[in-house]
């Protein structure tokens, strides 16, 4: 190209070159430095004053050709701005720190945005360095999880994604808690509030004696003195009847330990009927009758029938409706028992059976 065309960016249209309006350098034939000449460039079309630009040329290692924010000589990527995937691993509530940028054509100092992922744990992003920490939760635990990001110069950007794979945790006492997160690692019983706690067959969280798989399956343990013998109970509750008496003591017992009416020792509940006569335990205490004895007064009327049908007392033998009178009771109070009456012929609810105004007990 003449001086003039350089100088001017107007073509002569006595050369072959057309500098399409860019002025360049009279004095360097390749003024960007790309090892093409100017006049080529011109002919090529490309800009002569742009190192990046060219048809076979060299760009310069000192020029960011892709917007990255990193020089040429320092870019795996000169020419596209380039994010790459990245593979670590985490155990559970242990934050882990990884550097999401070192393998990216950016430099510390982009901006990153997290854009997607199925990572549930808490992610934090130090945008200075490029480090991204990771905390995984327990229900990760086991699993391969993902954070998809973005990285940007500017306008330049791509995107890549983080890959986490998560070990299975350690969970000293089994209880499906992992000991970062169990305020009790060697406790199967702490914490039961965690919704992702599971019991252990072997653990005794009631304390009562029996094992959980015991309590809920009712078969035996060898390796625990009480035997459940069939019989499932509450493993959150040593005393599931109620009754004062835990459930392996009842076990070891052989009573019922689901029934407040049976244990040695124990105190049935006040709202139980434990002689099934149709009254409360409580409301036994208050008549006076016996709450194991249905018909207390034994006149072969329960007791239930005479307080709450009959309108009889059920501790008065004497008083029922269609019962039969004990033989040692003197119902008619005339000093012989009903016993002694049946024997002398006289009738035991009359006091005089003769009416000669001497009662029957007096002759």
Do not use: H
Not at 333 to 352: K, V, W
């Amino acid at each position: 190209m003449t001086n003039d065309e350089e100088t001017t960016g107007t073509d002569d249209p006595s050369t072959p070159a057309n500098p399409n309006g860019n002025t360049t350098d009279p004095n360097d034939s390749d003024t960007d430095g790309d090892g093409i000449s100017d006049g080529q460039e011109a002919l090529d079309g490309t800009d002569p004053n742009d190192d990046c630009d060219s048809v076979g040329g060299t760009p310069l290692g000192t020029s960011d050709c892709d917007g990255d924010g990193n020089p040429n000589e320092d870019d795996p990527n000169p020419t596209v701005a380039t994010a790459v995937d990245d593979n670590t691993t985490a155990d559970v509530g242990i934050p882990k720190t990884v550097n999401i940028i070192f393998n990216d054509d950016f430099l510390p100092g982009s901006t990153i945005t997290i854009t997607g992922g199925n990572a549930a744990g808490t992610i934090l992003v130090d945008q200075a360095t490029g480090n991204l920490t990771y905390t995984a939760i327990a229900a990760e635990d086991n699993s391969t999880v993902n954070i998809t990001y973005e990285v940007c110069n500017g306008s330049v950007c791509d995107t890549a994604t983080l890959f986490i794979s998560i070990p299975s945790c350690v969970d000293t006492d089994g209880d499906n808690i992992c000991d970062v997160d169990d305020p009790a690692p060697a406790d199967p019983c702490i914490p039961r509030s965690n919704p992702d706690w599971q019991p252990v067959g072997t653990s005794d969280c009631d304390n009562d004696g029996l094992t959980y798989a015991e309590e809920t399956t009712g078969i035996d343990d060898p390796a625990t003195p009480a035997d459940p013998s069939g019989i499932v109970t509450d493993p959150e509750d040593a005393d599931s009847d109620g009754d004062g008496i835990d459930d392996g003591q009842e076990a070891l017992d052989n009573t019922d330990p689901n029934d407040d009416c049976s244990s040695i020792g124990g105190t049935p509940l006040g709202t139980s009927d434990c002689d099934n006569d149709g009254l409360t335990n409580d409301e036994e205490n208050i008549l006076g009758t016996d709450p194991d004895n249905q018909d207390t007064d034994g006149d072969g009327i329960d007791d239930g029938q005479e307080v709450n049908v009959d309108g009889s007392d059920p501790l008065d033998d004497c008083d029922s409706n269609g019962g039969t009178p004990l033989g040692t009771s003197d119902c008619d109070n005339d000093g012989l028992s009903n016993a002694d009456e049946a024997i002398e012929g006289t009738d035991p609810n009359n006091p005089d059976t003769d009416g000669d105004g001497i009662p029957d007990g007096q002759y």
